[in-house]
């Protein structure tokens, strides 16, 4: 058995489908079909309902899949600490986090922690939101910064995962002004005139609360969506040059917003509550991780 097969497995089911998850695998459709039935021939068992679509686990392969987490989750975590060993970066802390939290909330929080304690030895790594949080999963990272939203459910199992509130934000629905100084796309829109909508791509975690939250409008925004990207820093862009509305992060935007580059939009009906989240396995974790979290539970304690 060889760990590029769980990798497989895990990517199979996320993506469920052959093509994505053997693009993402940097592999062909072909390869990676051979790779995913010789891990069944090992298991024993048939993994995946090809059936349908997208492909499902079968019952076996819901009872391997927490296996497979677990068993790379181990190896890559224990090899990160052995590597940290070989290259004397023992007390290193490691994050993972989106985009959008790595370039405006990330900087300011360790900062406002480093006052207290004194600088610390940290590394983060930047990537969307599913692959954020199979690098936690896969042991990869200490932790793990997450914007989360209260209709949105994050795939890490209470079970195994814990998390601390560490910030809030907003997403507020924003446009460039015109002419006249008022929004350029501004909220509801008509039917005549619908507002151009600049969304997040379906599978960024904001995407799916701002689309929950439309859905759930006694009367729902008259939209025109134009644009897609998972990336808040591109959406944010995009509503500065006039192309339309985007729901962006209030701590992103603040400059904008106080220097009328970019106007609020819509009622307080619109705007989506933000908790920014810290996640780590309930599994003990090398020494300076652990002393970081136990310093924050105890201040986030002496909060409430």
């Not at 079909?33 to 076996?60: C, H, K, M, N, Y």
């Not at 969304?199 to 759930?216: I, K, Q």
């Not at 705007?271 to 652990?290: G, M, N, Q």
């Amino acid at each position: 058995m060889e760990i590029k097969w769980l990798l497989d497995f895990l990517s199979l089911v996320d993506t469920g489908n052959f093509s994505r998850s053997a693009d993402a695998r940097a592999t062909t459709q072909p390869a990676f079909s051979r790779r995913i039935r010789a891990l069944e021939d090992w298991v024993g068992a048939t993994l995946f309902d090809r059936g349908t679509q997208p492909i499902e686990l079968t019952q076996a392969g819901m009872h391997f899949r927490p296996v497979a987490e677990e068993v790379l989750r181990r190896l890559l975590q224990s090899r990160e600490e052995i590597q940290q060993i070989g290259r004397s970066t023992e007390h290193t802390i490691t994050f993972a986090a989106t985009h959008s939290l790595s370039l405006v909330f990330f900087p300011r929080w360790i900062s406002s922690i480093e006052e207290k304690v004194g600088v610390l030895r940290t590394r983060l790594d930047s990537n969307q939101i599913a692959n954020c949080v199979q690098t936690l999963l896969h042991g990869e990272c200490h932790f793990l910064l997450l914007p989360t939203h209260a209709t949105v459910e994050i795939q890490l199992p209470e079970e195994r995962f814990i998390s601390l509130v560490v910030g809030h934000d907003r997403l507020i629905p924003v446009s460039a002004p015109d002419e006249t100084g008022a929004p350029r796309h501004s909220l509801p829109g008509t039917r005549e005139a619908p507002a151009h909508y600049l969304a997040y791509s379906p599978t960024s975690a904001s995407g799916r609360a701002v689309e929950f939250m439309l859905s759930h409008q006694p009367q729902p925004p008259v939209l025109h969506r134009v644009f897609d990207t998972h990336l808040a820093a591109v959406l944010k862009s995009m509503a500065l040059q006039g192309r339309g509305l985007a729901w962006l992060p209030e701590r992103e935007i603040e400059r904008e917003l106080a220097a009328g580059t970019l106007l609020p939009t819509g009622d307080a009906c619109h705007v989506i509550e933000t908790a920014i989240r810290l996640f780590r396995s309930r599994d003990p974790l090398p020494k300076a991780p652990e002393e970081f979290w136990t310093r924050l539970a105890d201040a986030s304690s002496a909060l409430e």
